[in-house]
């Protein structure tokens, strides 16, 4: 432990609670960093160690109490989202998805860019949709479907949507949002990779004919605006 020499009365020595001067002689004056100091000089220097021992003590009191209970609410978090997507997971309806239309902005895709793409998005998915309490829906799901190079496309992830009923005619419109992971061989050579989309649907409680939009990425031509168009049947 580093000792200051506070000399010839005088030692200052560290500890938990701060610097501790030690009285070792009886003159009036002392001589501390080269600096000549009356006793009533040191005596409040040896105060003034013990008061920043004190506060450093405190902080790190503090970091300590607050860093568990950081890392405690982390694993609340996740693990209230885990039995989230368990609950739909468990109790939501079997859902059998078919998609058949990728339909690209004309006013995007160059003429010779269209007759290049495929749009006969034709795919197979499966999933759970849990009608909730709010009477929302929220679904869980798996999906793969010929992208627009007619190469696979793979898709999961979660979905929420705000159902509005159409009057009393047994129809309803719903309005969202999907956050899924998604595998194409065009991007990142095949790796996943997140993508956020909006979502929209329209049919009754058990079937929906639904819509995803890619936004235009750029302001150049060909890319993005794809509106997904597929349905859902619930079993």
């Avoid at 506060?55 to 693990?79: I, K, T, V």
């Avoid at 997507?85 to 109790?91: A, E, F, P, S, V």
């Amino acid at each position: 432990m580093p000792t200051a020499v506070i000399s010839p009365v005088f030692n200052v020595r560290w500890s938990m609670t701060g610097a501790v001067i030690d009285p070792v002689a009886s003159e009036k004056k002392y001589r501390i960093m080269n600096l000549d100091l009356q006793s009533s000089q040191a005596s409040a220097l040896g105060a003034c160690f013990r008061r920043l021992g004190s506060r450093w003590l405190a902080a790190l009191a503090c970091a300590a109490a607050l860093a568990p209970s950081a890392h405690a609410q982390e694993q609340s978090l996740w693990q209230d989202t885990r039995n989230h997507l368990g609950n739909i997971w468990d109790q939501g309806s079997d859902a059998i998805y078919l998609s058949g239309v990728a339909h690209h902005g004309r006013s995007t895709y160059t003429k010779e860019k269209l007759n290049e793409l495929n749009e006969h998005a034709w795919g197979l998915g499966y999933g759970k949709t849990l009608r909730n309490d709010r009477g929302n829906d929220e679904s869980l799901y798996g999906f793969v479907i010929k992208d627009s190079h007619r190469r696979p496309q793979i898709m999961a992830g979660y979905a929420y949507e705000w159902m509005f009923p159409v009057a009393k005619t047994g129809f309803e419109v719903g309005l969202g949002g999907t956050a899924m992971l998604m595998s194409r061989q065009d991007y990142f050579g095949g790796v996943p990779f997140p993508v956020p989309l909006p979502l929209a649907s329209i049919g009754t409680a058990k079937a929906k004919l639904m819509f995803a939009y890619v936004p235009r990425l750029s302001s150049n031509k060909n890319n993005g605006d794809v509106l997904l168009i597929f349905g859902r049947i619930e079993m």
